[in-house]
């Protein structure tokens, strides 16, 4: 079974900084993709950034490229996002997303339970 | 960015019926076009993926069709557990983008 333990989030004032980890087990992690996206409040879902299987390729959206950065361990089996000059428009529910593939073409296959960031002084 | 928009916003429908919900795509996407489900409380769940596929352990009453700009997501016969908030997805480049989503409620 696919199981997704994401951890980091918390309450950050404006200007701060997070480090999300996400450990994966069930699956061979070298094999897949990995991505985060969020949910803000309003409901809208927003792929955040990518990975490829190897680390490799990385991708992020517009709205958070140059503050925050992916990375990935596969002798751990864990994703990060390490987010910087974190913005009250940030504040979200993160999700930790296994690919079906190993890399680009995204189909979100398996989802972490959630992690809440909020951004607020 | 691609945009996607999904229509309704929002339904009701009562138990049996078949639900039909629209997604359409701002630029051709091919068949790149992937559904979730979303419960209350919970995490999106992959339903649909590449427009017609049904992901392994999602009861075959749904379906999804479509392809350029214009997708279908049906529910055959609805059943109570299906009340859910639905989202589309291409995955057609970078960014994948997601539809605003639509809310399935049972009468």
């Known amino acids: 079974e696919v199981f997704l333990l994401e951890s980091g989030g918390s309450l950050v004032q404006p200007g701060g900084s997070l480090r999300l980890s996400c450990e994966a087990s069930g699956f061979t992690f070298s094999n897949f993709a990995m991505s985060w996206v969020r949910q803000g409040p309003e409901k809208r879902l927003e792929w955040v950034s990518g990975?490829?299987?190897?680390?490799?390729?990385?991708y992020y959206a517009d709205s958070v490229r140059g503050r925050f950065t992916i990375s990935r361990d596969n002798s751990r089996n864990t994703v990060f996002l390490q987010m910087n000059s974190l913005r009250d428009e940030d504040t979200a529910v993160y999700y930790c997303?296994?690919?079906?593939?190993?890399?680009?073409?995204?189909?979100?296959?398996?989802w972490g339970q959630g992690n809440l960031v909020t951004v607020s002084s | 960015d691609i945009q996607m928009t999904q229509s309704p916003s929002s339904l009701s429908a009562s138990v049996g019926d078949r639900v039909t919900i629209t997604c359409r795509a701002s630029q051709t996407i091919g068949n790149h076009l992937n559904w979730y489900q979303q419960k209350p409380g919970k995490a999106p769940n992959l339903l649909i993926y590449v427009a017609s596929n049904l992901q392994s352990g999602v009861p075959s009453r749904f379906s999804g069709s479509g392809s350029g700009t214009d997708f279908t997501l049906t529910i055959s016969s609805l059943q109570p557990e299906d009340s859910a908030t639905y989202y589309c997805q291409h995955r057609s480049g970078t960014p994948p983008t997601f539809g605003q989503g639509t809310k399935v409620e049972i009468k």
């Open positions: 990975i490829s299987n190897s680390g490799y390729s990385k």
């Open positions: 997303v296994k690919e079906m593939g190993a890399h680009g073409e995204p189909v979100f296959e398996y």
